[in-house]
């Protein structure tokens, strides 16, 4: 059984910083892409970054370059979300994604508030 289990998030004042860990269990972590989204409240869900397979390639959406960082343990079976400098608009849950055989399976998502 598939499982991704989001950790990490919480409550941090703006320019703070937070570390997001998704769990994988149930298939093979290390041939599958990783993403992470988010979504905030009114909002749609938007990617925010993902880390391929093998060379661990990674891409970012703008608003978010040079302050997150994406990687990945294989021995751990677990991908992180470094955040830097943290703004309220990156208030939102945040939720870890993979694609296996053209489904995609989700975790349940961790809350970041960023507020002062």
């Known amino acids: 059984q598939v499982q991704l289990v989001e950790s990490g998030g919480g409550l941090v004042r703006p320019g703070g910083s937070l570390r997001l860990s998704c769990a994988a269990s149930?298939?093979?972590?290390?041939?599958?892409?990783v993403g992470w989204l988010r979504q905030a409240p009114g909002k749609e869900r938007e990617g925010v970054s993902c880390?391929?397979?093998?060379?661990?390639?990674?891409h970012y959406v703008e608003s978010v370059k040079g302050r997150f960082t994406i990687s990945r343990d294989y021995g751990r079976n677990t991908a992180y979300l470094q955040m830097n400098s943290l703004k309220p608009e990156d208030t939102a849950r945040y939720y870890c994604?993979?694609?296996?055989?053209?489904?995609?399976?989700w975790g349940s998502g961790t809350l970041v508030t960023v507020s002062s």
């Open positions: 880390i391929s397979s093998g060379d661990a390639s990674t």
């Open positions: 149930g298939f093979n972590f290390h041939f599958s892409h």
């Open positions: 994604k993979t694609v296996i055989v053209n489904l995609a399976y």
